[in-house]
T-cell receptor
Framework: DAKTTQPTSMDCAEGRAANLPCNHS???????VYWYRQIHSQGPQYIIHGLKNNETNEMASLIITEDRKSSTLILPHATLRDTAVYYCIVRVAVGGSNYKLTFGKGTLLTVNP | DTGVSQNPRHKITKRGQNVTFRCDPI?????LYWYRQTLGQGPEFLTYFQNEAQLEKSRLLSDRFSAERPKGSFSTLEIQRTEQGDSAMYLC??????????????FGPGTRLLVL
């Protein structure tokens, strides 16, 4: 799976949008971008994933650049409960042998009151 | 709650003892995964089951570790002769096992192991 690069930490004011960047310059055409987050002492929580189109769900939006070498996770109105480590992961669709998720160290997002 | 469940949530043991963790995946999920997470690091893959078959084991999984998934439902992870280096959060995840499309893994809350 392609490697990803994320900032170590970010701050955001409560109620503002949080924009978390991820670089994945070596991504292959069949690799998806996944985002998970992990609140302290809990298991990772799935947020969203995409291939090349922008995606939105009830939790967040995912913006993938046209060349697919980077993406941004957007939490539109951050709350204190969004404070967590956010992981950006790229992997192929299951169908071959690439089933596992390879986590980096992620970005610690701190939402401040 | 229909999510992935893990038991126990916390385990404290003495070095040299054996411990066993259980994972109950989301109903009808064919694939089940175990990961380990140490302090300050992201989760690392340990092993993976497709139904009852264990298809892959990471090099992180030493001979002291064994995982099973009888009947393709719940799974157990046993650590024999625990060492202090085994102290970590052990995470279980499951997915539908649908080939050919993007597949999402859903994680349980984890079992935190402390070896004294």
């Amino acid at each position: 799976d392609a490697k990803t690069t994320q900032p170590t930490s970010m701050d955001c004011a409560e109620g503002r949008a949080a924009n978390l960047p991820c670089n994945h310059s070596t991504i292959s055409g069949n690799e998806y971008v996944y985002w998970y987050r992990q609140i302290h002492s809990q298991g990772p929580q799935y947020i969203i994933h995409g291939l090349k189109n922008n995606e939105t769900n009830e939790m967040a939006s995912l913006i993938i650049t046209e060349d697919r070498k980077s993406s941004t996770l957007i939490l539109p109105h951050a709350t204190l409960r969004d404070t967590a480590v956010y992981y950006c992961i790229v992997r192929v669709a299951v169908g071959g042998s690439n089933y596992k998720l390879t986590f980096g160290k992620g970005t610690l997002l701190t939402v401040n009151p | 709650d229909t999510g992935v469940s893990q038991n126990p949530r916390h385990k404290i043991t003495k070095r040299g003892q054996n411990v066993t963790f259980r994972c109950d995946p989301i109903s009808e999920h064919n694939r089940l995964y175990w990961y380990r997470q140490t302090l300050g690091q992201g989760p690392e893959f340990l092993t993976y089951f497709q139904n009852e078959a264990q298809l892959e084991k990471s090099r992180l999984l030493s001979d002291r570790f064994s995982a099973e998934r009888p009947k393709g439902s719940f799974s157990t992870l046993e650590i024999q002769r625990t060492e202090q280096g085994d102290s970590a959060m052990y995470l279980c995840a499951s997915s539908t096992g649908t080939s050919g499309i993007s597949e999402t893994q859903y994680f349980g809350p984890g079992t935190r192991l402390l070896v004294l």
